[in-house]
């Protein structure tokens, strides 16, 4: 595994172009942090434009189990009520963002902005996902997101619960797919 902070302008290929949603959410949560830090940041942002599918891989503590088998198969269903994340690139590093949740008809809630920051899984350079933005709940402004990308165009990240300045919980794994 390298050490070496990935930058934009890095290939975004990280030698698994096979991968799929399937594929992630069949993975344990250690299979996924593997993944997440062997991926690599995009040449631009704007490999995110759009709606792109998400899905809800793993949630730490009980990924694998009996309890966590029908979550999996239920965030598979187009019934599952997030859709994922709808992205608009402002620039090669930058750019905004809304979850896209379905409750009966599609919602557009909780915006976050894009920016290139350190990761808090392994310092090396992510898409870090921010919250804290106008409008949002105080429990909404304390989750940290971030994405790399662990094949073309398939984006792996953690869901985390900020508990400090520079640090989060890992909560659960979750997956962004743009070649849907």
């Not at 490999?47 to 899905?55: C, D, I, Y």
């Not at 990308?149 to 953690?158: I, R």
């Amino acid at each position: 595994m390298s050490t070496a902070t990935a930058t934009i302008g890095s290939t975004g290929k990280s030698g698994n172009t096979g991968l799929t949603l399937d594929d992630l959410s069949a993975m344990t949560v250690d299979e996924l942090d593997a993944l997440y830090r062997a991926g690599s940041m995009p040449a631009s942002f704007k490999a995110l434009n759009g709606t792109p599918k998400g899905r809800m891989l793993a949630i730490r503590g009980i990924d694998k189990t009996f309890l966590f088998s029908p979550i999996t198969a239920f965030s598979k269903l187009s019934l599952f009520p997030w859709d994922g994340k709808s992205f608009n690139a402002t620039s090669d590093i930058t750019g905004d963002g809304i979850n896209r949740i379905n409750l009966l008809k599609q919602l557009n809630w909780f915006p976050f902005k894009t920016r290139i920051e350190p990761s808090v899984i392994d310092g090396k350079d992510c898409i870090y996902l921010d919250y804290e933005q106008p409008g949002n709940p105080f429990f909404i402004a304390k989750i940290r997101d971030e994405l790399r990308e662990v094949a073309p165009g398939l984006f792996l990240g953690p869901a985390m619960w900020k508990t400090g300045k520079s640090s989060a919980e890992l909560v659960l794994w979750f997956a962004i797919d743009t070649t849907r």
